[in-house]
């Protein structure tokens, strides 16, 4: 049978996973890869999660682990997050999370739940590979987000009528950004509080790595500005994403959405109609462990994780030629390269690996209009220093041979 004719049309529009498509490409021996932008395995506190479940599986609280459970999310977990969400200067109770699986699933029920075809969707170019495969399925039309005063919210609110629809958000990560590593400064996230409330639309905040910060002043999320400016979180149009996948664990798929209640109450309309919660026995070691291990882990974290990029911020600057320049992430996993315009980072891709068996992601798939044929995106935080120093050897190699 020929299924292209029973698909509906949104699936014209949702496309593999660009990055994890490459990831197949590197279970070869002695590959050194900035690719997968992923915490390091050996880091993740197993022995602790082993407790926890055992724990859940006990006589007191087995009923409860292996039982269905509310959409909302395991009671306790959102108790712990709203009290993480307040020391961020987020002033919420329990009923302004949600627990989701992982913040990506937030990000599919939120383009669920406010794009209609033609709707527009305000981005950063560029922006994070997975939140393009997200909305994409619900036929948004992307611009390109602006919060520096470079365009108005009028001109932005006319581009999308002229398009049959509204804007209906703006989406970001504002602390060391996937994939670029940068944060927008405080100026900025006010900024687009002001432009947000002129066009009357969500913002969408995603907070994956808000707690990898290694230097810099810390900035308060952009929620935590909004309820600072307007008195309460429920006169908010800011949603807060969060996950454990980069602190804890990405393997037991466990994120959050914070936000007024009504938008709140909708979301876990969309959780009951798509998979009633999530993994019950999941919620509860996640919790008992951040409970007891979270600041302690996440310090170990930034101890690594810094180390790291310092490594690969020094090789860069060493090893590189000119007219390749890069960022200066205070956080977060990943290093944002720029190359020469006329060289497109996948020949160099193609030509790292063949030989010299080093990888990284090109980053032309992080713009939503296949634009960035010369950057690409390199993650720090799976490689030690040497091999670090060695891949970014090879790699400059590789591209001072195609100058």
């Known amino acids: ?45 197993a022995e602790q999660f082993g407790a926890a479940y055992q724990a859940a599986l006990s006589a007191e609280t087995s009923a409860t682990a292996l039982q269905y459970s509310i959409s909302e999310g395991y009671k306790p977990l959102r108790q712990w997050l709203a009290k993480e969400m307040q020391k961020l200067g987020v002033d919420c109770t329990v009923d302004n999370i949600m627990i989701t699986s992982g913040s990506q699933q937030a990000l599919d029920y939120l383009g669920k739940m406010l794009l209609s075809p033609g ?34 919210a009028a001109d932005f609110a006319a581009a999308a009528e002229a398009e049959g629809g509204r804007v209906k958000f703006a989406y970001l990560s504002a602390d060391f950004a996937n994939p670029t590593g940068e944060t927008v400064d405080q100026r900025g996230r006010e900024n687009l509080i002001d432009l947000a409330d002129e066009l009357d639309c969500l913002i969408i905040e995603d907070g994956a790595y808000q707690s990898l910060r290694y230097d810099g002043e810390v900035i308060p999320p952009i929620l935590a500005l909004e309820i600072a ?99 200066k992430p205070e956080g977060g996993m990943f290093v944002w390269i720029t190359l020469p315009a006329h060289l497109e980072a996948n020949e160099v891709f193609k030509r790292a690996l063949e030989t010299e068996k080093v990888a990284f992601v090109p980053g032309q798939a992080f713009f939503a209009d296949g634009t960035g044929k010369n950057t690409m995106r390199l993650a720090f935080s799976c490689a030690d220093e040497a091999t670090i120093r060695e891949g970014i050897r090879r790699l400059s190699s590789v591209i001072k041979g195609l100058l």
């Open 229 to 327: 400016r307007k008195g309460s979180i429920e006169d908010c149009r800011t949603v807060y994403c969060g996950s454990f996948s980069k602190t804890l664990s990405p393997g037991l798929r466990i994120g959050w959405v914070c936000g007024a209640m009504p938008l709140i109450s909708q979301m876990v309309l969309l959780k009951q109609a798509g998979d009633l919660h999530v993994s019950t026995i999941n919620q509860m070691a996640i919790n008992t462990v951040a409970e007891t291990h979270f600041d302690q882990h996440v310090a170990t974290l930034h101890s690594v994780y810094s180390v790291r990029r310092d490594a690969m911020l020094a090789a860069l600057e060493e090893m590189m030629p000119k007219g390749v320049s890069w960022t």
């Open 1 to 45: 049978m020929d299924f292209q004719h029973v698909f509906a049309r949104r699936t014209s529009r949702m496309k593999a996973s660009e990055i994890r498509e490459l990831l197949k490409l590197l279970d070869q021996p002695g590959i050194i890869s900035f690719a997968g932008g992923i915490p390091d395995a050996s880091y993740f506190p």
């Open 119 to 152: 709707d527009t969707a305000l981005i950063n170019w560029p922006t994070y590979l997975g939140a393009l495969g997200a909305f994409n399925a619900y036929e948004p039309r992307y611009d390109k987000l602006s919060i520096n005063g470079n365009r108005s």
